[in-house]
């Protein structure tokens, strides 16, 4: 039915949505879920229609809706129903949900409805069947021939550009022969697709074990909105199971998926999988791709040419029809939570949507976060369990080496102050059998701080409370939070000492160690620098798949994911860096961190041995790691969970307010918790208590004062409504830039 006028959500940080008339022109074309443009003070603005024949102020003006370019809805009403509930659980503008549910291209007023990439084609128009038609066509025009004969030979349709500059036909040669009628030229629409490039591997038809094939089974007879918790060790397969589950679901149903991924770094190995079983079926959705790509991407999802969408947390969205599954790998991992507004967490949001979608869930991790851990043992999530590694394999040997007490005479060693006796052994005896190493340390740089040597002062950064890291290739003294940058100080800046001193170890110096102890080592280093070029995640892997790296040194993003059969030895160098930082998850990540990386060790026959070198031995995640034994971790972590209660022992909102002057920040903190408080006590809201204000653990960022109050709560839905009345109703005003973070289910406090 034609509109009269529609509610629209809006891209601005305000609650609400507004009301705009629709003309004639626009009536059969505007509905929910459909985009439209419409002026906002002076400009025009991208929003989402979220209901029609809104009811009407006879005495007021309204607007009216400029544009309606969508042919139709941006939003099933599944996805829809998804996104309203983001905004309600986070305590955000549902406008700016819409808006990251969209591709770039697709939310600016100047962009509304670009036009799709198209490539110039040649086409044989006439045949030419015996050679003596040919003779006569071509008897004065021998570069014709050759030409109409290579398009021949291509199948009789080729991209202009392949003919031009892979094949070196002359654009006049191609014109020639559509002015004479034997080819035409026409243009077709084109998909710019990232993963295009790499060779597709093909596909490998392996046989699920009787676990594996239980687990399938048990997961494709599901219940529309069950969620599955599928806890299976390092090796166990998942990722057959993630495969042959969808083969059921998307080509024997008849439905589509999603399969979100953690890592960057892991979409190539992941993608590779899929397009080997399915093929064109398979469309990739992440940050990392051009506006381009990811336009192309959703439009081929949007008109059901495509229907597995992998990708990272964004991927969630993908504007798929008739889904039925939902898999988030690697659920564990805190890169599913979005840093900027809407502060969502994909896992939980997939979770929304599969539910919506009338379709299952199924949480992958050979780690489980605590919050699903705790969903699966009171029974809200279906626990599945793979126990064993593919093929009989065993799992890893663990060894600790105790770094405290070391003799002075490894101390006096560069070398050794890193790597103990046992590390250095196992390498040496892994590269010498033609085998491969994976070596972990969780920090990038060269060194964590510089340091006088007279007067004991740390180089800072500026603009925040953080000390400023030394990198090497530029030498540089860089904040990982603000850029900041200066050049290395050959001088204390307080007391004028000459003597500074770089403390602390990062994965530069490592791998210079590396190099200068091992000259005959291939050493890869991957992290942040070496990973921000395009397809620099792929091309190191590559290369360890192909065996042209001995060791892989790496940050976190090597620690999960990875299979090759040839790496036997990982090495864990320094498993305290983030185990006491001043955050409930310390503990939880540092295992994670551990046990998966450990899991990247003897996944072949070769079998495997891993290191953790620490300080801290007697340590429960230590010890857990040690033994593979995740159930030990989480008895003793839901323990120190208690008391003081966190997640999942209680739900928990972080609420961060930030300004450029340090005491209205404070002021405004305290005006918070107090209205909080005023809020809990007049409304008689029980089993919800507010801690704070103080400053964060990083009081300041960019230039920002930063302090945060915690909201704990026993009850979802109280927290809910707490967190939307201080969104709606608590006016952050200042002088300062004052800004008000709501954080739910926060995954770091820092």
């Given at each position: 039915?034609?509109?009269?006028?529609?509610?629209?959500?809006?891209?601005?940080?305000?609650?609400?949505?507004?009301?705009?008339?629709?003309?004639?022109?626009?009536?059969?074309?505007?509905?929910?879920?459909?985009?439209?443009?419409?002026?906002?003070?002076?400009?025009?603005?991208?929003?989402?229609?979220?209901?029609?024949?809104?009811?009407?102020?006879?005495?007021?003006?309204?607007?009216?809706?400029?544009?309606?370019?969508?042919?139709?809805?941006?939003?099933?009403?599944?996805?829809?129903?998804?996104?309203?509930?983001?905004?309600?659980?986070?305590?955000?503008?549902?406008?700016?949900?819409?808006?990251?549910?969209?591709?770039?291209?697709?939310?600016?007023?100047?962009?509304?409805?670009?036009?799709?990439?198209?490539?110039?084609?040649?086409?044989?128009?006439?045949?030419?069947?015996?050679?003596?038609?040919?003779?006569?066509?071509?008897?004065?025009?021998?570069?014709?021939?050759?030409?109409?004969?290579?398009?021949?030979?291509?199948?009789?349709?080729?991209p202009i550009e392949h003919l031009e500059h892979q094949l070196g036909v002359s654009s006049?040669?191609?014109?020639?022969?559509?002015?004479?009628?034997?080819?035409?030229?026409?243009?077709?629409?084109?998909?710019?697709?990232?993963?295009?490039?790499?060779?597709?591997?093909?596909?490998?038809?392996?046989?699920?074990?009787?676990?594996?094939?239980?687990?399938?089974?048990?997961?494709?007879?599901?219940?529309?909105?069950?969620?599955?918790?599928?806890?299976?060790?390092?090796?166990?397969?998942?990722?057959?199971?993630?495969?042959?589950?969808?083969?059921?679901?998307?080509?024997?149903?008849?439905?589509?998926?999603?399969?979100?991924?953690?890592?960057?770094?892991?979409?190539?190995?992941?993608?590779?999988?899929?397009?080997?079983?399915?093929?064109?079926?398979?469309?990739?959705?992440?940050?990392?791709?051009?506006?381009?790509?990811?336009?192309?991407?959703?439009?081929?999802?949007?008109?059901?040419?495509?229907?597995?969408?992998?990708?990272?947390?964004?991927?969630?969205?993908?504007?798929?029809?008739?889904?039925?599954?939902?898999?988030?790998?690697?659920?564990?991992?805190?890169?599913?939570?979005?840093?900027?507004?809407?502060?969502?967490?994909?896992?939980?949001?997939?979770?929304?949507?599969?539910?919506?979608?009338?379709?299952?869930?199924?949480?992958?991790?050979?780690?489980?976060?605590?919050?699903?851990?705790?969903?699966?043992?009171?029974?809200?999530?279906?626990?599945?369990?793979?126990?064993?590694?593919?093929?009989?394999?065993?799992?890893?040997?663990?060894?600790?080496?105790?770094?405290?007490?070391?003799?002075?005479?490894?101390?006096?060693?560069?070398?050794?102050?890193?790597?103990?006796?046992?590390?250095?052994?196992?390498?040496?005896?892994?590269?010498?059998?033609?085998?491969?190493?994976?070596?972990?340390?969780?920090?990038?740089?060269?060194?964590?701080?510089?340091?006088?040597?007279?007067?004991?002062?740390?180089a800072a950064c500026p603009n925040c409370s953080i000390s400023l890291t030394v990198h090497?290739?530029?030498?540089?003294?860089?904040?990982?939070?603000?850029?900041?940058?200066?050049?290395?100080?050959?001088?204390?800046?307080?007391?004028?000492?000459?003597?500074?001193?770089?403390?602390?170890?990062?994965?530069?110096?490592?791998?210079?160690?590396?190099?200068?102890?091992?000259?005959?080592?291939?050493?890869?280093?991957?992290?942040?620098?070496?990973?921000?070029?395009?397809?620099?995640?792929?091309?190191?892997?590559?290369?360890?798949?192909?065996?042209?790296?001995?060791?892989?040194?790496?940050?976190?993003?090597?620690?999960?994911?990875?299979?090759?059969?040839?790496?036997?030895?990982?090495?864990?160098?320094?498993?305290?860096?983030?185990?006491?930082?001043?955050?409930?998850?310390?503990?939880?990540?540092?295992?994670?961190?551990?046990?998966?990386?450990?899991?990247?060790?003897?996944?072949?026959?070769?079998?495997?041995?891993?290191?953790?070198?620490?300080?801290?031995?007697?340590?429960?995640?230590?010890?857990?790691?040690?033994?593979?034994?995740?159930?030990?971790?989480?008895?003793?972590?839901?323990?120190?969970?208690?008391?003081?209660?966190?997640?999942?022992?209680?739900?928990?909102?972080?609420?961060?307010?930030?300004?450029?002057?340090?005491?209205?920040?404070?002021?405004?903190?305290?005006?918070?918790?107090?209205?909080?408080?005023?809020?809990?006590?007049?409304?008689?809201?029980?089993?919800?208590?507010?801690?704070?204000?103080?400053?964060?653990?990083?009081?300041?960022?960019?230039?920002?004062?930063?302090?945060?109050?915690?909201?704990?709560?026993?009850?979802?839905?109280?927290?809910?409504?707490?967190?939307?009345?201080?969104?709606?109703?608590?006016?952050?005003?200042?002088?300062?830039?004052?800004?008000?973070?709501?954080?739910?289910?926060?995954?770091?406090?820092?």
């Amino acid at each position: 039915m034609p509109r009269a006028a529609v509610s629209v959500a809006l891209p601005v940080p305000l609650h609400g949505t507004y009301t705009y008339r629709v003309d004639e022109q626009h009536a059969e074309r505007v509905e929910p879920g459909s985009r439209v443009v419409v002026p906002v003070r002076g400009r025009r603005v991208v929003g989402v229609v979220t209901a029609g024949d809104p009811v009407l102020d006879p005495g007021r003006e309204y607007r009216v809706v400029l544009e309606a370019p969508d042919d139709s809805p941006s939003f099933t009403p599944a996805l829809m129903a998804t996104c309203r509930w983001i905004a309600e659980y986070y305590a955000t503008p549902l406008g700016l949900v819409f808006r990251a549910a969209l591709p770039a291209l697709l939310t600016g007023p100047g962009k509304a409805s670009p036009a799709p990439r198209t490539r110039r084609v040649a086409s044989l128009a006439t045949p030419l069947a015996t050679l003596v038609e040919r003779d006569t066509v071509f008897k004065r025009a021998p570069k014709q021939r050759v030409a109409w004969e290579l398009l021949e030979s291509l199948g009789g349709r080729v991209p202009i550009e392949h003919l031009e500059h892979q094949l070196g036909v002359s654009s006049s040669v191609i014109t020639a022969l559509a002015r004479r009628g034997l080819v035409t030229i026409e243009r077709e629409v084109t998909m710019r697709d990232a993963f295009a490039r790499r060779p597709r591997k093909p596909s490998v038809e392996l046989q699920p074990t009787p676990a594996q094939q239980s687990t399938i089974d048990a997961l494709t007879s599901g219940a529309p909105g069950t969620v599955f918790l599928l806890h299976g060790v390092t090796g166990s397969g998942k990722t057959l199971v993630y495969i042959e589950t969808l083969r059921r679901i998307v080509m024997e149903q008849g439905r589509s998926a999603i399969v979100l991924v953690p890592e960057i770094a892991l979409t190539p190995q992941t993608v590779d999988r899929f397009r080997a079983a399915f093929g064109n079926q398979v469309a990739v959705l992440h940050s990392a791709l051009s506006d381009g790509e990811r336009l192309d991407a959703w439009r081929a999802i949007h008109s059901g040419e495509r229907r597995i969408v992998v990708g990272a947390r964004s991927a969630v969205f993908a504007p798929l029809t008739n889904v039925g599954a939902i898999i988030v790998d690697e659920e564990h991992e805190a890169s599913y939570k979005q840093g900027e507004t809407p502060r969502y967490h994909a896992r939980d949001v997939a979770v929304m949507r599969a539910r919506a979608e009338g379709a299952i869930t199924v949480l992958g991790s050979a780690t489980p976060s605590l919050e699903s851990w705790a969903n699966a043992q009171r029974g809200a999530y279906h626990l599945l369990n793979l126990p064993d590694r593919v093929g009989g394999g065993a799992l890893p040997r663990v060894q600790v080496v105790d770094l405290r007490g070391r003799k002075p005479a490894d101390l006096a060693s560069p070398f050794r102050r890193v790597f103990s006796e046992p590390l250095e052994t196992a390498l040496h005896e892994t590269i010498a059998r033609g085998e491969q190493a994976i070596l972990l340390l969780n920090r990038r740089g060269f060194s964590a701080f510089v340091q006088c040597g007279e007067c004991g002062d740390i180089a800072a950064c500026p603009n925040c409370s953080i000390s400023l890291t030394v990198h090497r290739a530029p030498e540089r003294m860089t904040c990982h939070y603000c850029g900041h940058s200066e050049p290395i100080r050959v001088a204390c800046i307080k007391c004028g000492g000459a003597t500074v001193r770089e403390r602390g170890l990062g994965t530069q110096q490592v791998e210079r160690l590396l190099l200068d102890h091992l000259p005959s080592a291939r050493v890869a280093r991957m992290d942040v620098d070496t990973t921000s070029a395009r397809w620099a995640h792929a091309d190191i892997l590559d290369r360890v798949a192909r065996r042209e790296v001995d060791i892989l040194l790496g940050t976190q993003m090597i620690a999960k994911g990875l299979d090759f059969p040839n790496v036997t030895l990982v090495g864990v160098i320094d498993a305290d860096v983030g185990m006491s930082l001043p955050d409930f998850r310390a503990a939880e990540r540092s295992f994670q961190l551990m046990a998966q990386v450990a899991g990247r060790a003897g996944r072949g026959p070769k079998g495997g041995h891993v290191y953790i070198q620490t300080r801290l031995p007697d340590h429960h995640a230590v010890r857990a790691a040690v033994e593979h034994d995740f159930r030990a971790f989480v008895r003793q972590e839901m323990l120190d969970r208690e008391f003081p209660p966190y997640p999942p022992t209680v739900r928990l909102a972080n609420i961060v307010f930030s300004a450029t002057d340090e005491p209205e920040t404070a002021a405004t903190a305290e005006r918070g918790a107090s209205f909080l408080k005023g809020l809990i006590e007049g409304r008689k809201v029980e089993g919800i208590h507010v801690i704070g204000p103080a400053p964060c653990p990083i009081d300041r960022i960019k230039n920002r004062f930063r302090w945060h109050l915690l909201i704990r709560s026993v009850n979802s839905g109280r927290l809910t409504r707490v967190l939307g009345y201080l969104a709606t109703h608590f006016d952050p005003e200042s002088r300062f830039d004052m800004r008000l973070v709501i954080d739910r289910d926060p995954v770091t406090l820092l």
